[in-house]
């Protein structure tokens, strides 16, 4: 495991989050520091249309996404469970890579919004694959990914499988093994109850039912994927962003991938009064901020 420096917690009053360096570099302090001459680069317009395309895959469900092309390095946002490519963050950072003019994907999974698949057959392995197929058949160049909750646990697979093609990530409320982990909290009883019945009526307030319904053999999949437990071989550069009222993803989970990770170029930034979804106006700056703030890193070494 990677040597991990001793944790250096930042407080910046105008958006009232922490920040906690892993390593020594430049990229922390670049972020910190005011940045009004550049704020104009990134101005609320109105939204522009683009139109969906499809992935075809053989074999697998086709794909719908959108993309931007531009200049590199391309970004390429993961939602997160449930979630499709029309969310707050998604469209907020397409407006981002349209006044820079760099290359841009978002997309369905398998199953959701506007892609082929049976949600009911649908795993982690699988919508694994979608971010695999995304990178391989449709981004140009090196990406920085963004993942968003269960996004944040795909990206990590997606940078250890695609090592010299994804050069940086950056994680909102990254759900890490939350599914495997939220399944292990429960009772024993309620366990034996839900391998019985064969699917686990999961409570949640962002579902209009109130709950989501997932196959037990859903869960025992996703077990084959969990990362917490050994180190996690990601080299690139890794921001973390986490709201410390997530009542879905403890802030404690974007700590252990910062500490299992073997790069050494990680920040946690944590926002005291965000919740899960982290979509407020100050939430979705600051993760424009943290994309804005890795592109110029990697202007250095990306062409």
């Known amino acids: 495991m990677a040597r991990v420096g001793l944790p250096s917690w930042v407080p910046w009053r105008r958006w009232g989050w922490m920040a906690v360096s892993f390593g020594f570099h430049r990229g ?80 369905d999974y398998s199953g959701v919004g506007n892609s082929d698949g049976n949600l009911e057959e649908c795993t982690v392995g699988k919508w694994r694959k979608d971010v695999l197929s995304i990178i391989d058949d449709l981004a140009e160049g090196p990406q920085i990914l963004v993942g968003s909750s269960l996004g944040g646990w795909l990206m990590l697979h997606a940078a250890i499988a695609r090592p010299q093609k994804v050069v940086a990530l950056i994680g909102v409320a990254t759900a890490v093994d939350s599914l495997v982990t939220q399944f292990n909290q429960l009772p024993v ?55 410390m009222k997530d009542d879905i993803v403890p802030w404690h989970t974007s700590m252990q991938v910062a500490d299992r990770v073997v790069s050494t170029d990680v920040d946690v930034i944590l926002r005291k009064n965000s919740d899960h979804r982290m979509k407020e106006k100050a939430d979705i700056q600051l993760l424009v901020y943290t994309i804005d703030d890795l592109i110029d890193k990697l202007s250095t070494v990306v062409k």
């Open 189 to 243: 009883e309620a366990k034996k109850e839900i391998e019985m019945k064969g699917v686990w009526s999961m409570p949640s307030k962002y579902s209009e039912e109130g709950f989501y319904r997932i196959q037990y053999s859903v869960i025992k999949e996703a077990e084959h994927y969990c990362l917490l437990h050994s180190p996690i071989p990601v080299n690139c550069p890794i921001r973390l962003l986490h709201g």
């Open 28 to 107: 922390l302090s670049t972020l910190l520091a005011p940045k009004a001459e550049r704020a104009p680069r990134w101005l609320p317009a109105c939204r522009q249309k683009t139109s969906i395309s499809f992935l075809s895959r053989p074999d697998l469900p086709n794909l719908a996404y959108k993309r931007l092309k531009g200049k590199s390095p391309g970004i390429i946002f993961i939602p997160g469970y449930m979630s499709n490519m029309n969310g707050t963050k998604a469209l907020a950072i397409e407006e981002f890579c349209k006044s820079l003019g760099h290359a841009y994907i978002r997309f």
